[in-house]
């Protein structure tokens, strides 16, 4: 029975995962102090207003590690950089550094020889206290609409910046949480366009690693809100995860689950290194762009990999990157010029299957008949249980609703690039609720099908049609921790 299983793993392990290779890191080049001062420029320094930063991971769960892991980091590279504590507020459910996993308890590292990102990092909003609400709150500077948590906020002003990254899953037009509900896209639009009619920044940088990030802001985001932001991908793709077990370079054999991810150690490692009174937005835009299509490149598949994006006032990608992230004095010799360090082409693993890659490499290091292996391989059945469930949900209810043909055509629709995918948010928050009372939580791998939902609404399906077609799709919903509803968007 165990061999048989181990082989059933490794064939759907072989059949879902998504791995490519990697290419030999460049060196960074260093520049004589003359030419760094040469290129220092004026006038954009941190003469007036304040930095703020906040700092928020979506997930929770050791399989997801990375998320967190990121954003501690974050946190590391904007005290380095000269911001205060009491300006960054951060968001992670923190259960990674003391999960029993951790085979480093304390510790938490971004890179497999990485020092140690998690001392010191502010615990403002921890556990359940990590909410889209107070996310909101945090942002808009409301203490009266937290709830839990330290109290502290943005609390800006009107020649401030503001940094805002976030790192976990998502799917079109949704960002993941590590609890119920969710964020859809529109409301995180809502509460940037709230601050910006308040009056309390002069601009605001949002870099978002998630899957088919680019659609949080595609054609939802204007200009005019002195709003700047990249995305990991694009708004039909994945992003990735990075230093994963069984790449090169691999986490340390301890590890049995990725150290970060693509998009945001390529951001987070160029800014640990350069100048950035130097370097600006849009040099670091096309950086971690370039890093991407030579890892597409080098890989000979364009389906490997995601497109870096960027969305809003990009007037503002001129100014350099010391007015959100500071800069760390022992840079100031290492000037960004183009091109001088270009990022190594990690090697990846697609954001949706890294929780499939933990319970398989926990399952093949844990001992044959051991408690820990029988453990791994119910955790990697259950869920895949759970994609298969969903999935065939998702279809089962399209061809109830438009009939065996039609159903998987609605289902595949992309709307043109510029529109945002759904037009009645409420429709689509109304089918997700809908869909989830009958078939259990979308949860994270779920996500990926908010286009599908999306498409449903555009074609004018309502609530009633939708519960009648979701009741005669879902007779059951396969028991375990991933189809549970304690975990999606309803509230
Ligand atoms: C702050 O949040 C509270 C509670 O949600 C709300 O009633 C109030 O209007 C908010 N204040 C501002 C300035 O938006
Ligand atoms: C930068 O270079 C100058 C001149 O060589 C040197 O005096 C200074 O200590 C260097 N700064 C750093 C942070 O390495």
Not at 198 to 211: D, I, P, Q, R
Not at 216 to 239: D, K, Q, R, V
Not at 422 to 439: G, M, N, P, Q, S
Request: with cysteine; charged share 20%; proline share 5%.
């Amino acid at each position: 029975m165990t061999r048989f299983a181990a082989v059933a793993l490794l064939l759907l392990l072989a059949s879902s995962l998504s791995v490519d290779s990697r290419e030999i890191p460049d060196d960074l080049i260093r520049l004589p102090s003359e030419s760094s001062r040469f290129f220092r420029p004026h006038g954009d320094d941190d003469s007036e207003g304040t930095r703020w930063a906040v700092l928020i991971a979506g997930s929770n769960g050791y399989w997801n590690y990375r998320h967190q892991s990121d954003v501690c980091h974050a946190y590391q590279l904007l005290r380095k950089g000269g911001l205060k504590d009491e300006n960054i507020i951060v968001l992670m459910y923190d259960d990674i550094a003391s999960n029993e996993e951790n085979p480093r308890p304390g510790i938490i590292i971004n890179s497999p020889d990485g020092d140690n990102v998690y001392s010191g990092v502010p615990k403002d909003y921890t556990g359940d206290d990590v909410t889209v609400n107070n996310f909101f709150a945090v942002i808009l500077g409301n203490r009266t609409a937290l709830t839990g948590g330290s109290g502290k906020v943005v609390d800006s002003g009107p020649n401030d910046h503001i940094f805002i990254y976030y790192s976990d899953h998502g799917g079109p037009g949704v960002l993941g949480m590590p609890t119920n509900p969710f964020m859809y896209a529109k409301d995180l639009i809502d509460v940037l366009k709230k601050k910006h009619a308040s009056g309390t920044y002069k601009s605001l940088v949002f870099y978002l690693e998630a899957c088919e990030s680019g659609s949080i802001f595609e054609g939802l985001l204007p200009e005019g809100l002195n709003i700047y932001a990249t995305t990991a991908a694009n708004a039909e793709e994945s992003s990735w995860g990075t230093y994963c077990p069984g790449e090169n370079p691999s986490p340390p054999e301890e590890y049995e689950t990725c150290l970060g991810d693509l998009y945001s150690i390529a951001w987070m490692e160029d800014s640990d290194t350069h100048n950035m009174r130097t370097e600006t937005l849009r040099q670091q835009y096309e950086q971690v762009s370039a890093s991407e299509v030579k890892r597409r490149t080098a890989n000979g598949n364009s389906a490997y990999g995601s497109h870096v994006m960027q969305y809003g006032d990009l007037e503002l990608s001129k100014e350099h990157i010391v007015l959100y992230m500071g800069t760390n004095p022992a840079n100031d010799n290492y000037t960004y010029v183009d091109e001088n360090f270009l990022q190594p082409p990690a090697k990846a693993v697609n954001q949706r299957d890294a929780d499939l890659l933990h319970f398989w490499d926990k399952f093949r290091k844990a001992p044959e008949g051991s408690t820990r292996k029988f453990e791994a391989q119910k955790q990697f059945l259950e869920a895949m249980s759970h994609r298969m469930h969903i999935d065939n949900s998702v279809k089962m209810i399209a061809k109830l609703l438009f009939g065996i043909e039609r159903g998987p055509e609605v289902l595949k629709t992309f709307r043109p690039a510029g529109q945002p995918l759904v037009d009645d948010w409420d429709c689509l928050k109304t089918l997700v609720r809908t869909f989830e009372t009958h078939c259990g939580s979308l949860s994270q791998y779920g996500m990926k099908h908010m286009r599908s939902i999306a498409n449903i609404c555009n074609a004018g399906i309502r609530e009633e049609q939708m519960a009648e077609a979701s009741a005669q799709a879902c007779v059951t919903i396969p028991s375990g921790h991933w189809s549970s509803l304690h975990k999606g968007f309803s509230a």
